[in-house]
C-alpha cells in the first residue's frame, strides 16, 4: 500500500472498504474536477477555479497527498487574489502530481483486490 | 441522535457519515445549502448539522444566517468544517453563531467529541410543571413544535427530581398546585441554582406578575394564554 492508502485508510478509521470506496470515488471524479480548473484557467473564471481547487485540496488532504494539495492551495490563493497569471504553470505541475498518485492508487486498489 | 451531513463533495460526505454511522448516529446528506434547507423545511428533526464552508451557490455562512434567521431551526448546533489556516471562517463562523468547526481532513477523533460537546448544549430541557395533565400535554406539543426538548411534572416534587438528573435551562410552573405550590417551588430551584430562569403562570386574578416578580421568579404569565406568548416567553429566557 502507497502511503497515500496509508493515510486515507487512517481517516477512515481502519475500515479497509471504505477507504477503497474513496479511492474509487476519487479516481472517478478528480479528472472532471481538473477539467473544471483547466478550463476555468482558459476562460478567465477565478471563482470557478476557486471552487474546484478548494474541493480538490479537501480530497487529498485526506491522503496525505501533500505537493498536490500545496498546488491546489496555490491555484485556489491565485483565484482568490483574482490573478491567473501563473496559473497555467501551476496547472501544469498539479496535474503530473495527480498522475503520480492516480498510479499509487491503481496499484493500491489491485492489491487491495487480490 | 441524528446529523445532518451538507458538503458539495460526494468524498467528503462519503467520509464524514462513515465514521458517523460506524458510531451510531443517524445520518442525512445534503450536497448543498439549499438542499439542506429544504429538508429541514420538511419539518425533519436532526440534533446537529456538520456543514462545510466553501459551497457554490448557498455557502456554509449563508446556510447558517438562514437556519439563525428561522425560529424553529436557530437552536440546531451547527458545526463548521473549515480549511487548515482558514481562519477568518472560524471567527466569522463564531460571530455568526456555530457552535464548533473542524479542520479538514476530519479525524473521527477530533469530530466525535466535539459532536457530543455541541449535542449536549443543544439536549438542555424546558421543565413544565402543572398538576393538570392536559395543559402540560399541550404546553409540551407547543413547544416540541418550537424544537424544544421538554420534560414535564406533576408536581413540585416531582420537578425537583427531574432537575437533579436533566440540564434544565428553563423553568415553567403553575403557581397553584397541591403539596408543593409554585412559589416553594421556585425557592427551591433558586436556592440550588439561582441561574435557571423559572417563569411562573396562574389563573387570572388569583396572582399578579408583582407577586410572581417579588417572590425571585424571572417571568409571570396569567392563565388562560396562547401557546405563542409561552413560546415567546421560554424563548427570551432561553440562555
Known amino acids: 500500500m502507497s502511503a497515500y492508502s496509508d493515510k486515507l485508510l487512517e481517516f477512515a478509521g481502519g475500515d479497509e472498504r471504505l477507504a477503497e470506496e474513496l479511492i474509487n470515488l476519487f479516481i472517478e471524479n478528480y479528472p472532471a474536477i481538473i477539467a473544471t480548473m483547466e478550463n476555468a484557467i482558459q476562460e478567465q473564471d477565478p471563482q470557478t477555479l476557486r471552487m474546484a481547487a478548494h474541493k480538490l485540496k479537501g480530497e487529498l488532504g485526506c491522503m496525505g497527498a501533500e505537493t498536490a494539495r500545496d498546488l491546489a492551495v496555490t491555484l485556489e490563493t491565485m483565484a482568490t487574489n483574482d490573478d491567473l497569471s501563473d496559473a497555467g504553470k501551476a496547472m501544469g505541475k498539479l496535474r503530473s502530481e495527480l498522475t503520480v498518485l492516480e498510479v499509487a492508487l491503481d496499484q493500491d486498489m489491485r492489491a487491495l483486490a487480490k | ?239
Request: glycine share 6%; hydrophobic share 45%; proline share 3%.
Open chain 2, 1 to 239: 441522535m441524528k446529523a445532518l451531513v451538507v458538503d458539495d463533495d460526494e468524498f467528503q460526505l462519503k467520509l464524514i457519515s462513515s465514521i458517523l454511522e460506524k458510531n451510531s448516529y443517524e445520518v442525512e446528506l445534503a450536497s448543498s445549502g439549499k438542499a439542506a434547507l429544504a429538508f429541514l423545511d420538511k419539518g425533519e428533526h436532526v440534533d446537529v448539522i456538520i456543514s462545510d464552508v466553501m459551497m457554490p451557490h448557498m455557502d456554509g455562512f449563508s446556510l447558517l444566517r438562514a437556519l439563525k434567521f428561522d425560529r424553529r431551526l436557530t437552536r440546531i448546533p451547527v458545526i463548521f468544517c473549515t480549511s487548515l489556516g482558514d481562519k477568518s471562517s472560524i471567527v466569522k463562523g463564531i460571530q455568526a453563531g456555530i457552535t464548533d468547526y473542524l479542520i479538514k481532513p476530519i479525524k473521527e477523533s477530533s469530530l466525535l467529541p466535539k459532536l457530543q460537546r455541541a449535542t449536549e448544549a443543544a439536549y438542555r430541557v424546558v421543565l413544565v410543571v402543572d398538576d393538570e395533565e392536559i395543559l402540560t400535554a399541550l404546553l409540551k406539543k407547543a413547544l416540541m413544535r418550537e424544537h424544544y426538548r421538554v420534560l414535564t411534572a406533576g408536581s413540585g416534587k416531582e420537578a425537583l427530581e427531574l432537575l437533579t438528573d436533566n440540564e434544565v435551562a428553563v423553568v415553567l410552573s403553575d403557581i397553584c398546585m397541591p403539596g408543593m405550590d409554585g412559589f416553594e417551588l421556585l425557592a427551591e430551584i433558586k436556592e440550588i441554582n439561582t441561574k435557571i430562569p423559572v417563569l411562573l403562570m396562574s389563573g387570572r386574578g388569583q396572582y399578579t406578575e408583582n407577586d410572581a416578580v417579588s417572590a425571585g421568579a424571572d417571568g409571570f404569565i396569567p392563565k388562560p394564554f396562547h401557546n405563542t406568548q409561552i413560546v415567546a416567553l421560554v424563548q427570551a429566557h432561553w440562555q
